[in-house]
Structures are given as structure tokens and as C-alpha cells.
């Protein structure tokens, strides 16, 4: 297996000179599941985008290592795996479209068969090739946390996984990341208690505002 770790050194965020957050450090080197918390608008969205290399901190290091090697900001993306209520599809492609273009850009060896087994998973099976635009809100977050999962990356970061779905949904992807803690680290951001519940341990963002 694998040996991966995410290292988060003084990281700060200002918007239009508001501070976001600020000294924020932490470790990340063994697999399992780990929290991070907040109100609504505190900060956790613009943190974990940061980490899964969709922003740039105003300053601060974030370090992904695997096996001992220090990987290029451009090489993170291939191991990091990301999942929120506001990315997007393509809607006119079906759910496996959606799927087979994400592999292509990314260069990588479709592995059907695990593909296969999510869809069964977060029943989009018998929909997989349906365009995305005919999905609800509920399938369209069950396809997103599909596309974090995908490509068995070692670092998992679920922004509010839990949005749109209903009960049975839920424990889907609960299920398949108590599975996973073994495995990876994934990252869990929300305010919501039963997401919370699953982390080994937590990290409140509302901690790291200026005083």
C-alpha cells in the first residue's frame, strides 16, 4: 500500500482583506477519516479547495508526499480525489461520459469493473447512460461522490457529502467511507453532526480567525 501524506504548514486565506483563516497547520499521515468543522461561511469550503488545488492560499505550504518523494503541484491532482455540491457535469453527456472524459484528461487506465461496482453502489447503474441533465439533485451529488472515488486516489476530500441526499443515500456513502479509512485519507468538510461523527479527529476552522 501506498504511503501518503499531506503536510499543511501557517496556511492564510484573505479575501478583499478579509481574513478567512489563518496559521493553519496540520498532519495528515496515516489513513483514516478526519473533520473539518465550522458555521456556514466560516471558511471550510475555501480550506479544503485549497488542499485539493482548486485555490491558492494567500500564503502557507501545503506539502503532498507519497512513499518519502515531495509530489509536483501538477501531480497532485492524479492522487486527490474531490467531491462538492457546486461542481459541475457536463449535462448534455450521459453519467459515464461524464466518467470516461474525467479518466482521459486525467491519462489514466479505466478500471471497469470498480467503476461498475460504484455505480451499483449509489444505484446509478441501470442510469449510467442517461444524459446528467435528466438527474435529480440527489443523483447528481451521488455521481459526484463517484467521481471522488473513482480513480482510487489516496486522498479523499468531501466537501458536504451529504447534501441532497436522502437517508438511504447517506448511509452509502457512509458505508463505503468507514470501508475506506483503512485505505486513504479522506477529509470530510460540514457542519453536520452525523458527518462529523465518522472523523477520527477534527479540526475547526473558526479556531484559525484572526483575534
Request: net charge negative.
Amino acid at each position: 500500500m501506498n504511503s501518503y501524506q499531506l503536510e499543511i504548514s501557517e496556511l492564510q486565506k484573505v479575501y478583499s482583506r478579509r481574513n478567512i483563516f489563518e496559521h493553519v497547520s496540520v498532519q495528515y499521515a496515516v489513513p483514516g477519516i478526519y473533520g473539518v468543522a465550522g458555521s456556514n461561511g466560516s471558511g471550510k469550503s475555501t480550506f479544503v479547495k485549497i488542499i485539493a488545488g482548486l485555490l491558492l492560499p494567500t500564503s502557507g505550504k501545503i506539502r503532498h508526499t507519497l512513499n518519502g518523494r515531495e509530489l509536483a503541484e501538477e501531480d497532485t491532482l492524479d492522487h486527490t480525489g474531490f467531491a462538492s455540491p457546486y461542481l459541475n457535469f457536463y449535462e448534455e453527456f450521459s453519467a459515464s461520459e461524464n466518467i470516461r472524459m474525467l479518466t482521459a484528461i486525467r491519462g489514466m487506465q479505466p478500471d471497469a469493473d470498480y467503476e461498475k461496482m460504484l455505480f451499483e453502489r449509489f444505484k446509478l447503474y441501470d442510469r449510467r447512460n442517461d444524459q446528467v441533465k435528466a438527474f435529480s439533485s440527489g443523483m447528481k451529488q451521488r455521481l459526484r461522490l463517484i467521481f471522488a472515488f473513482f480513480h482510487r486516489p489516496e486522498l479523499v476530500i468531501l466537501d458536504e457529502p451529504i447534501a441532497n441526499l436522502d437517508n438511504a443515500g447517506k448511509e452509502q456513502i457512509y458505508n463505503l467511507v468507514r470501508e475506506e479509512r483503512e485505505s486513504r485519507i479522506v477529509i470530510i468538510a460540514s457542519n453536520d453532526d452525523s458527518d462529523l461523527a465518522l472523523c477520527d479527529s477534527i479540526i475547526n476552522i473558526e479556531e484559525f480567525k484572526k483575534r
